[in-house]
């Protein structure tokens, strides 16, 4: 191995979480120990994402072997990136390096974990000069590693952002004196009962399309969107209001972010909107509203579809009997209850109290993930809701099924996921409001402030 590399031995749960992992440590070398290549076998039967992995990781090591030819396994093979990876790296790439030999000694009894340490121990001993890192996302065997004096770091290619708290919030407040910095370069128009304005960007002003810009209060209140960023300048206009008599199926905006969530949820120039937020923020309410107000009044789609990552809170309760639809019913309570607001008599608008639960029913569709692969929507309006239980791959099974006319809205709280090896940092949902966030037909709001009730904001800040 060459000198001033470093050699990553990678854990079997690394390769099951991302098959692409063996091409994402650049120029430096990776080592497979042969306990690895056991449970990789083990793991392979099945239709789990898992098993899809581990089968994956299989057929990459053997185009690897397959491209090397006549050189010895021993030598290393060249980690070259197969085709459909699309890796973001320099030319140099590392090489591959399997487990040839077996460790003399095992620390503790002989589990699958000790023989792993076994093998990296085994390895830094032959190459004491090249630092030698155990990549594994199991917390338990870093705590070993280290225990034994060995360098082991958790998997952090997938994540989308180092620090949750970077993430981008959808909306920014505008500078103090904002209409007389730009005094000079503001131009105002009206165009089909809108308010335009167009100015030239500033350096502090580092703007997404869509992202949704505020002065709080004084005379000079307003709310503003950014339509369009494009060389150097930014195409503004003026928000709706949501908050009075103007409402979305009988529901007005309780607050700015609501405000904001509502206008790009009834923008059909927006083709996806992530919406994040803690308990009581009105995330399902707002989209529901919005989604009748467009498949029933405007018709501008044929119909709601809803879904949701199937992640229990507690015990599984077993298998449920019926359809596809009645099996979903359960995990759908969001559903129901904030139908219950949107046909009250006493809450509802004109069209909400005319409506029935039959006929919203005959427009809404309950769907599972499980069967998505494959399919096209066409002219719908989606809901996904608690997508925060979504990894990154399952995020873009979704997003693709998307057909013309489509609008896809994800929603989510991050401080509330439910599956093992999820962080918020790694989600789906992040990972979705990180990539799309430059997108001209995409936005995104965070909204903070929870309007569910007194005990609900209370229990959301204090626990």
């Known amino acids: 191995m060459t000198r001033g590399k470093r050699i990553y031995v990678l854990d079997t749960n690394v390769l099951m979480h991302d098959p ?47 491209h090397g ?19 973001k790296r320099g030319k140099a790439v590392g090489r591959l390096y399997f487990q040839t030999r077996s460790p003399e000694s095992v620390p503790g009894k002989a589990k699958p974990d000790n023989f792993i340490l076994a ?43 180092d620090d949750f708290s970077l993430l981008y ?34 350096k502090d002003e580092d703007w997404f399309p869509h992202q949704c810009l505020y002065i709080p209060d004084g005379d000079d209140m307003l709310e503003l969107r950014v339509i369009e960023v494009r060389d150097g300048r ?55 509203a919005a989604g009748l107000a467009q498949v029933m009044d405007q018709q501008r789609y044929r ?59 005959s427009r809404i569709k309950i769907r599972s993930l499980n069967f998505m692969r494959g399919r096209t929507f066409l002219s719908r309006y989606v809901i996904i809701d608690e997508a925060q239980n979504l990894s990154p791959k399952q995020m873009k099974t979704l997003l693709t099924r998307a057909g013309p006319g489509t609008k896809m809205i994800c929603l989510g709280n991050v401080e509330q996921i439910d599956t093992p090896y999820l962080t918020e940092t790694t989600s789906g949902l992040t990972y979705a409001v990180d ?11 965070t909204l903070r402030r929870g309007e569910r009730s007194r005990l609900a904001d209370y229990a959301s800040e204090k626990l």
């Open 234 to 288: 930014a195409r503004l206009r003026l928000m709706d209001d949501y908050t009075g008599s103007h409402n979305v199926w009988g529901i007005t905006a309780r607050n700015r972010e609501q405000n904001f969530a509502l206008n790009l949820l009834m923008d059909p120039d927006v083709d996806f909107v992530t919406l994040l937020g803690t308990a009581g923020t009105g995330k399902t309410l707002l989209a529901l």
């Open 69 to 87: 030819g006549d050189r010895k396994i021993e030598e290393g093979l060249d980690l070259i990136s197969p085709q459909g990876v699309n890796l």
């Open 119 to 161: 093998a990296v121990l085994m390895l830094r001993e032959l190459y004491a000069r090249v630092p030698v890192v155990l990549v594994t996302k199991d917390i338990n065997l870093r705590i070993k590693a280290s225990i034994y004096g060995i360098t082991a770091e958790d998997y952090e290619n997938d994540r989308a952002l």
């Open 435 to 445: 990539r799309f966030k430059e997108w001209q037909h995409s936005a995104h709001i």
């Open 303 to 361: 119909e709601i579809i809803m879904t949701r990552a199937t992640v229990s809170v507690g015990e599984d309760i077993g298998f449920l009997p019926g359809t596809e639809e009645e099996k979903m019913t359960p995990w759908m309570g969001a559903l129901t209850d904030n139908l219950e607001v949107l046909t009250s008599p006493s809450e509802g608008g004109a069209w909400g109290r005319a409506a029935t639960n039959d006929l919203l029913a």
């Open 169 to 202: 919030s959808g909306h920014a407040e505008l500078a103090e004196g904002f209409w007389s910095l730009h005094q000079k370069d503001l131009k105002s128009w009206q165009e089909r009962n809108h308010t335009f304005y167009e100015v030239k960007l500033r």
């Open 20 to 66: 692409t992992s063996l091409f994402r440590f650049e120029e430096h070398d990776v080592f497979i120990p042969m306990t690895v290549l056991e449970e990789l076998d083990n793991a392979k039967k099945g239709t789990s994402e898992v098993s899809r992995n581990a089968r994956q990781v299989s057929r990459f090591i053997n185009e690897l072997i397959e």
